[in-house]
């Protein structure tokens, strides 16, 4: 039993990365309809950029801020310069997706060239792990899920309760009828993309920070189990996303314990691809978004 | 000399897998993100079906030290059958992106029991000292490469042939009609789901056997060898080669994978020494986005082959089957 709880506790602090995570994918999968495989170097991207930042002596929180700011200016700018010219010409989802992948290419190896392939390590301290409840968590760990707590709580207040939340909802729902309404939507979906970089400086620093490494397959070797939690919950569903990445961050992480660690993300795949053999539009389901 | 036997030899089975993507993305537009996985099936099975008993401290499965030929088509059998597993899987009912991913996912699963399993292929380690397929032992690299030439070009011949085959067969018809309306397919009563099992496993059957050859020639293979980045450099080149033309897949091959990836290995570096040459892969990046945005038929477009493929092409007497149709010769054809 004791070992089932230190697995849950865990998969608490691997749900909450993997949930923001989920989230900005998500949210940007909602809008423009098409899979970016260059998320997870967007992931690398922000934690080397809040790494640089650290490294010229300016403290972690401040440096998160700017390299959020960053990454979300970078999302923008590879938003006007690649993808908007694609979704102009009302091109295939798959188009996209190999598109994601040519960014894919040019950010990860602009990455080696500017950081090199060595691994960087990337740690604080913040004391040592503790006795929580039933859990074993260090202090890093309880911020951890309260700051993924605290941001999706945000979240969930920007899209329910602004007036860029419902022009959101409009836009994902229904492109062109929310065109119709008077919605500017290059500029809505600019704004996600930027709020997009801006989530995912906060799972790229935690999962750096959880491992205490970082090099330039970081965010990538990530990629599929963050996709793997956004289809599991429901594509193109923010909600679902977190729901997805909790059942797939607890079950990764307490099968972990009982099973070689190698096996760790093949429960998550595993999982993913059982599920969608039964439910195929994931666990809440968003209509016209995976036929 | 060896260099250039080198360049030639992997340009030959880079092909081969982009042969068998091709007849899958280019010909009925099932997306397959991890080709690389089939070939590293391919790779494993002919190295444990030629290869002796494991020696001390190592486990493999196999190690019967048959044929090579046995090998080879052990390999071709045996990823064939692993995307049969996988199409039946994903058996579609989603977009073919999200059908990507868990295509994907499959080929995480693989690559971490292979990594895993010590006695599968001795996992993180691999195989090694898988014996040379003709030759003996006191033949030197550069005649084993020359010589191992002779086979591939010959398998990447019959791939071509192949592929050629289908193009200008019904199938190949009903192939891309199902690439460019599914619905419209079914509603004349074809079997959609049948047409895009076969081309699957054939594609897969393609990438294993480019994993034999490969295994062959570089005589060992382990986890390090396929992470799942390398699928996209053949997908990258068949689509710059141009999909659905069987000869763009190749031609892709040899130019993105072959002439970028190996040539450019020669210039000189910037920033940090990196061990996969920095700047290539972002310029693989840079052509792909090109590509997909100016010219997203690619380099060698499929229409070339509309213009080609009409004219009545002699065959010998025992090979001739049926006249081909004179008026309609495709699905496309019809709307110029």
């Excluded at chain 1, 990454?71 to 295939?92: E, Q, W």
């Excluded at chain 1, 074993?136 to 329910?160: N, Q, S, V």
């Amino acid at each position: 039993m004791h070992t089932f709880f230190l697995g849950i506790g865990f998969g608490l602090v691997t749900s909450a990365i993997l949930a923001l995570a989920a989230v900005a994918v998500s949210l940007q999968l909602s809008v423009t309809n098409f899979i970016n495989f260059a998320y997870g170097d967007y992931l690398t991207l922000a934690a080397y950029l809040a790494w640089s930042f650290t490294r010229a002596g300016i403290p972690l929180w401040l440096a998160i801020v700017f390299s959020g700011v960053l990454t979300g200016a970078i999302a923008v700018i590879i938003h006007i310069l690649v993808f908007r010219r694609f979704m102009r010409r009302s091109v295939r989802p798959v188009t996209l997706l190999i598109a994601g992948l040519g960014v894919s290419f040019i950010v990860q190896d602009a990455m080696v060239i500017i950081w090199g392939t060595e691994p960087q390590r990337f740690t604080t301290t913040l004391g040592s792990a503790r006795q929580v409840g039933p859990f074993l968590l260090t202090p890093g760990d309880m911020i951890i899920i309260l700051t993924g707590a605290i941001l999706l709580l945000g979240l969930h207040m920007l899209l329910a309760y602004t007036k860029f939340g419902k022009a959101l909802r409009a836009t994902s729902n229904n492109l062109d009828l929310a065109q119709a309404s008077g919605i500017n939507v290059e500029r809505v979906t600019s704004i996600t993309w930027f709020l997009v970089g801006v989530l995912t400086v906060a799972p790229a620093v935690a999962l750096v920070l959880e491992s205490g490494t970082l090099d330039p397959t970081t965010g990538f070797d990530e990629l599929f189990v963050i996709f793997g939690a956004v289809i599991l919950g429901g594509v193109g569903r923010p909600y679902g996303a977190m729901l997805g990445a909790l059942v797939v961050g607890l079950s990764t992480e307490v099968a972990g314990m009982y099973l070689n660690a190698g096996y760790k993300s093949s429960i998550a795949f595993a999982l993913v691809i059982i599920l969608l053999m039964f439910r195929p539009s994931g666990l809440l389901s968003a209509a016209g978004k995976t036929s | 000399m060896y260099f250039i036997l080198d360049l030639l030899l992997l340009g030959c089975i880079n092909a081969i897998m982009a042969a068998g993507v091709n007849l899958q993305y280019g010909y009925n537009g099932l997306l397959n993100v991890a080709n690389y996985t089939f070939t590293a099936i391919g790779a494993y099975v002919a190295g444990v079906l030629t290869l002796g008993k494991a020696p001390q401290g190592t486990s493999w499965i196999g190690g019967w030290s048959l044929p090579w030929y046995v090998g080879l088509l052990g390999a071709g059998v045996a990823a064939s059958l692993a995307g049969l597993i996988v199409f039946l899987f994903s058996i579609r009912r989603l977009r073919s992106d999200y059908l990507a991913i868990v295509t994907v996912a499959a080929a995480y699963i693989f690559y971490n029991w292979a990594t895993a399993d010590q006695g599968l292929f001795d996992g993180g380690n691999g195989i090694f000292g898988v014996p040379y397929i003709f030759g003996g032992s006191t033949i030197t690299t550069n005649e084993y490469a020359a010589l191992l030439l002779i086979p591939t070009g010959a398998i990447l011949a019959i791939c071509v042939w192949l592929s050629r085959r289908i193009f200008r067969s019904p199938f190949g018809r009903l192939l891309r009609a199902v690439r460019e309306d599914e619905v419209v397919v079914k509603a004349f009563g074809r079997k959609v789901w049948h047409s895009q099992l076969k081309i699957y496993t054939l594609g897969c059957f393609m990438s294993g056997l480019a994993g034999a050859m490969f295994v062959f020639y570089i005589t060992a293979w382990s986890p390090s060898a396929f992470l799942p980045g390398e699928s996209f450099f053949i997908l990258a080149a068949v689509i710059i080669g141009g999909t659905g033309n069987y000869w763009g897949g190749v031609l892709g091959a040899f130019v993105v994978v072959e002439g970028l990836n190996e040539l450019t290995r020669y210039l000189p570096n910037f920033g940090y020494p990196a061990d996969f040459g920095a700047g290539r892969v972002m310029l693989i990046g840079v052509g792909l986005l090109l590509v997909l945005r100016y010219r997203p038929e690619g380099l060698f477009p499929e229409r070339w082959l509309h213009w080609y493929e009409r004219r009545p092409v002699t065959l010998p007497v025992t090979l001739r089957r049926r006249p081909l149709p004179t008026a309609v010769t495709d699905a496309e054809g019809a709307n110029r």
